[in-house]
């Protein structure tokens, strides 16, 4: 065979796949699944988990922390009011019991949602996970015949 058309054969052949998964209005592919299935997950907001540090309930700030060891950051975050503030699901069937910022307590773990930069997020959601585990045994603890250990 002539090796010109041999050349031509493998060129197309390489070329070929790039040309099928590029979509034919020019615009770029889409990316890979796994980033867009965690960004659909959370609304396109990105977020962390922390622990709270401090709470400025005056001016609707937030001390957290998050990481371990080396990797461990302090910041005061602001919760603008508009913000939800809401305790973790806890249990299938549940729905999500929103509460007021003066709820949130130092020791709670939070799962901050935001948008724009880690250093300086929009605080858009918090969502209480260790808190509402508390809340829980607080109200059975005072029931009325609840037992005392």
Known sequence: MNKGFIAGLLAAALIAPAVAQSPSDGTAAPAASKPAEKKAKTHGLSHYKATVTGVDAANHKLKVKRGKGKSETIEEISVPAEVSIVLAKSGKGKKAKTVAFEDVAVGDQVFVYYLGDIHSPKV??????????????????????????
């Open 124 to 149: 858009k959601k918090l969502s209480l996970t260790k808190h509402a585990e508390k809340a829980d045994k607080a109200d059975k603890a005072s029931a009325p015949g609840a037992k005392s250990n």
